[in-house]
Every structure is written in C-alpha cells, then in structure tokens.
C-alpha cells in the first residue's frame, strides 16, 4: 500500500500530492491577502481514477478553512468538488476584485 500525503508547498504556490514521497499531483494557488485562489489541479495520469485528485482539493479546501481564508475555484474541478460537497460552499468567493 503507497503512502499518500498532502503538503503545502508555498515556495511553489502549490498543494502537492505526495505517493511514496513523488509529486504525483498538484492544486496550483495564487494566495491574496484573504483568499486563496486555486487556478488548476492536475494528478499524474498513472494515478488518475484513484480517488487522489478528491483528496488534494479537500486537504487545499481544509487548509484554507483553518487558515481563514475564502476560496476562489477558477480551476474546474475545485468548482465541480464544492458542487459535489456543499459543506465547502461557504468558503467560496467570487473572483471579482481577487
């Protein structure tokens, strides 16, 4: 069984996905004085259908919960995973002025 973390890599912007200790996937950020705008998720294709692109969205969504920030989902399927999980709906904000 791999092992599966989720970090926060702010020197590169990004929350990365971890398998065995390789990037296997990123949620790309631009972080504003009160918001975190999430611009594009990716997992590696060896990884897809795994569940593993849900677990980063989650991890970058908690994570900015706990550090009070609202989310701006530009990249699709953040926006498609709030649909999915409405308990992160009210994180959202809109992208006007962000």
């Known amino acids: 069984m791999p092992t599966i973390e989720v970090v926060d890599a702010p020197a590169r912007s990004r929350f990365e996905l971890l398998v065995d200790g390789q990037v ?19 997992v590696q294709p060896e990884h897809s259908g795994k569940g593993l692109a849900g677990r ?20 699709p399927y953040v926006a498609s995973y709030i649909e999915r999980h409405p308990e992160y709906s009210d994180l959202v904000d809109a992208p006007a002025g962000g």
């Open 56 to 75: 980063l969205v989650k991890h970058a969504l908690e994570e900015s919960r706990d550090a009070g920030l609202r989310v701006v989902p530009l990249c």
């Open 24 to 42: 296997a996937g990123v949620a790309d950020y631009r972080l504003l004085p009160t918001k975190i705008v999430i611009t594009h998720t990716e």
